[in-house]
Nanobody, 115 residues
Framework: QVQLVESGGGLVQPGGSLRLSCAASGFTCSTNHMSWVRQTPGKGLEWVSSIYSDGRNTTYQDSWKGRFTMSRDNAKNTLYLQMNSLKSEDTAVYYC????????WGQGTQVTVSS
């Protein structure tokens, strides 16, 4: 049974940092296309970053490069999203997904950036 469980969200001030985690079970992350996707009321779904099965990593918007870093711990079968220099517009629910066309989603973790 495939399961994705996100954690690490919360309330943070602008300029702060958070590290999101996604614990996967029922499959092996390193052999799958994995992504972080966020959802905001105004912009809908946005693909933030992906790691491919061959280890390549991409972050989709230039404004996120240098601020958001996705990584994978194969031993723990866990994904991470390190987010630095957070801005109010980063407020969203962040989901971990499996598949290039995501078929499996976690429950999401809320990130709120506010002073």
């Amino acid at each position: 049974q495939v399961q994705l469980v996100e954690s690490g969200g919360g309330l943070v001030q602008p300029g702060g940092s958070l590290r999101l985690s996604c614990a996967a079970s029922g499959f092996t992350c390193s052999t799958n296309h994995m992504s972080w996707v966020r959802q905001t009321p105004g912009k809908g779904l946005e693909w933030v970053s992906s790691i491919y099965s061959d280890g390549r990593n991409t972050t989709y918007q230039d404004s996120w490069k240098g601020r958001f870093t996705m990584s994978r711990d194969n031993a723990k079968n866990t994904l991470y999203l390190q987010m630095n220099s957070l801005k109010s517009e980063d407020t969203a629910v962040y989901y971990c997904t499996r598949g290039e066309i995501p078929l499996d989603w976690g429950q999401g973790t809320q990130v709120t950036v506010s002073s």
